[in-house]
């Protein structure tokens, strides 16, 4: 029992070791993800959940133990529909919402407009994560993401903040991690062309993601 006792522990320091050792990393990503958006408003302004992709590159670092950390820059598509309505108002003309951001006040009358407008948004994205080995190949992890919306003409959050909480496998040389994604703050965006119809389109709502990642390095040290 004496003699297997240091056995042991060394064969346990040369495990951690084998965890934390020093390695820097390059590589590419790309990410699937279902976008969820959160109205804050009435059913008016209802959303509906559509999906998303992206494309880019990171770098990673191991720190200590079986800490890592990693940053990125990253290009994401995803896209939403959003519900609208308008109104007659007493002159004739027509008023109508954009979801609650840059929308004008309805009014009475007889007829009203409504429909569905299908919001695609670019976003340029800075991810930044603190990941955990727990086994040789299964980890946690959780960080910020800083995004730009791109495409609209008006955005009240510039950038938008998320946080992200998440899992995954570095079994093989493709790394792959389920992320929970949710912003801080509710965003708001807008393009300030009316339509034909007296609407804007544009959308207040608080991001929400489940996002299936996939890494792979294309230079190790």
């Known amino acids: 029992m004496n003699k297997l006792l240091p ?3 060394l ?3 040369i ?3 084998s965890y934390s050792q020093s390695k820097t990393e390059f590589g590419l990503t790309t990410e699937g993800s279902w976008f969820m958006p959160q109205h804050p408003y009435s059913h ?3 959303t509906k959940a559509g999906f998303g992709t992206g494309i880019g590159v990171y770098a990673s670092r191991n720190l200590i133990w079986r800490f890592s950390a990693d940053i990125g820059l990253a290009y994401r598509y995803k896209q939403m529909k959003q519900h609208y309505v308008v109104r007659p108002i007493n002159d ?5 919402n954009s979801g609650g951001y840059g929308s004008s006040g309805g009014g009475d009358g007889f007829v009203t407009i409504e429909g569905w407008d299908k919001l695609p948004m670019h976003y340029i994205v800075v991810p930044l994560h ?5 086994t040789k190949s299964f980890f946690i992890r959780g960080g910020i993401e800083s995004t730009w919306l791109m495409n609209y003409q008006a955005v009240k959050e510039k950038p938008e903040y998320n946080w992200t909480l998440g899992f995954g496998s570095q079994k093989h040389k493709l790394k792959w991690s389920v992320n929970y994604i949710k ?3 509710d965003q708001g965006f807008v393009n300030r062309t009316m339509k034909p119809d007296g609407h804007y ?3 207040t709502n608080r991001n929400t993601m489940l996002q299936l990642n996939l890494s792979y390095p294309i230079w190790q040290k």
């Open 92 to 96: 004739g003309s027509y008023s109508g």
């Open 201 to 203: 389109i544009g959308s």
């Open 130 to 134: 603190l990941q955990l080995l727990l």
């Open 183 to 185: 912003g801080f703050k």
């Open 15 to 17: 495990s951690t070791f």
């Open 44 to 46: 008016e302004w209802q």
């Open 7 to 9: 056995i042991i522990i």
């Open 11 to 13: 064969l346990s320091c």
